[in-house]
């Protein structure tokens, strides 16, 4: 069993509980190098939501066969794969070297409510038991995981707590996410609890899956060398689209980030890291700047003085010591109608 989460965490989370300040939303200036392009749908062809209430989420093209075909060419080492239909199963066939395919279904998180009473947290389900690779909420220490949705239907996980990520990774080297719905119901969250976190990890594949809140934010990324995210949403976040920070080699590649609002909220949060967007759409968010003052209203809040790794990770590790500037690269990557074509800062 890995050690509880730090004392510190816990109480960064009891103030989460506190209302947000007030905060006037800053005017939104235009980019003077960009050209104006007609603008785009957000929103493939109409199909049936794959939960109630969404509305926005990937369509899903590719068969679990042919996505693990492009997995192992990214560089997975896939050995075995192994059939489920309950997150306990999901959780027993942990191990290096395994494709689990998930079939369609809603299935709920009960056993990350990091805020609980002792007494509280004794009645949620122990699955830590059922596999070495995961506990205190998170999947950890591993090499070449892929978890896949099977379809045809949509596979929907639900974290209920929305102060936790639906599904956290840490010290896992090859891991892909392909077909998978993942979100927070009921309730909306602030300042924690985001959708995917990745701590320390490499070589990430998400690819035709649906991050949507509302807890705070679709990506969480920490120290993670090469993640590629394609053809998938990323909405009903209320604080952040995507934080990364101390990363290198992240690619956002024809992923729609759509219909995500809050008082505060920050487009991406981008700390001393290698970041690009390819043909993405960004449209019917909260209006967000370009140039501020202040890291929320704006659509990139690059190295400034907020880092997540300092919720997460005691002493964050830098992959790139000497890199004290991030790189943000936009290409072809449509924004409130604008196509845009440019670096950062």
């Known amino acids: 069993m890995r050690p509880l989460v730090p004392l510190l965490v816990l109480a960064g989370c009891w103030a989460c509980h506190r209302p947000p300040p007030a905060e006037p939303q800053p005017a939104r200036p235009q980019p003077s190098d960009v050209p104006t392009s007609a603008s785009a749908s957000p ?13 926005h989420w990937a369509t899903v093209s590719l068969t679990p066969e042919a996505f693990l075909a492009q997995a192992r ?26 494709a689990i395919l998930l079939a369609p279904g809603r299935y709920v998180l009960e056993d990350s409510a990091l805020l609980a009473e002792p007494e509280e947290r004794a009645r949620l389900p122990d699955w830590s038991k059922l596999s070495e690779h995961y506990d205190d909420g998170e999947i950890h220490d591993l090499h070449d995981l892929a978890i896949v949705g099977t379809g045809p239907g949509p596979t929907v996980i639900i974290q209920p707590d929305a102060y936790a990520h639906v599904l956290a990774f840490r010290n896992v080297r090859g891991l892909a996410l392909h077909g998978l719905t993942l979100g927070h119901r009921p309730d909306r969250g602030w300042c924690r609890g985001g959708v995917v976190r990745v701590v320390e990890s490499s070589n990430v594949l998400v690819s035709e899956s649906t991050l949507f809140g509302s807890g705070t934010e679709g990506l969480t ?15 009903d976040c209320s604080q952040s689209f995507s934080t990364i920070s101390n990363s290198r080699g992240i690619s956002y590649e024809r992923v729609r980030v759509v219909g995500n609002r809050g008082d505060l909220l ?23 700047a370009w140039e501020g003052d202040s890291s929320y209203g704006l659509l990139f809040h690059v190295d400034g003085d907020y880092d997540i790794a300092r919720w997460f990770v005691d002493q964050p590790r830098a992959l790139e010591p000497e890199r004290t500037r991030s790189e943000v690269h936009l290409h072809n990557t449509m924004v409130d109608g604008e196509r845009i074509m440019r670096s950062l800062p």
């Open 221 to 235: 990324l920490i120290t993670v060398d090469g993640l590629r995210m394609q053809d998938g949403v990323i909405t």
């Open 266 to 288: 920050r487009g991406f949060a981008i700390h001393h890291s290698e970041v690009s967007l390819s043909n993405c759409t960004i449209a019917d968010n909260q209006p967000l």
């Open 43 to 55: 929103d493939p062809p109409a199909s049936t939501p794959p939960i109630d209430g969404l509305e």
């Open 73 to 98: 060419e990214s560089g997975l080492r896939i050995d075995r794969v192994v059939e489920v239909s309950s997150l306990p199963d999901l959780l027993a066939a942990l191990a290096d070297g395994t």
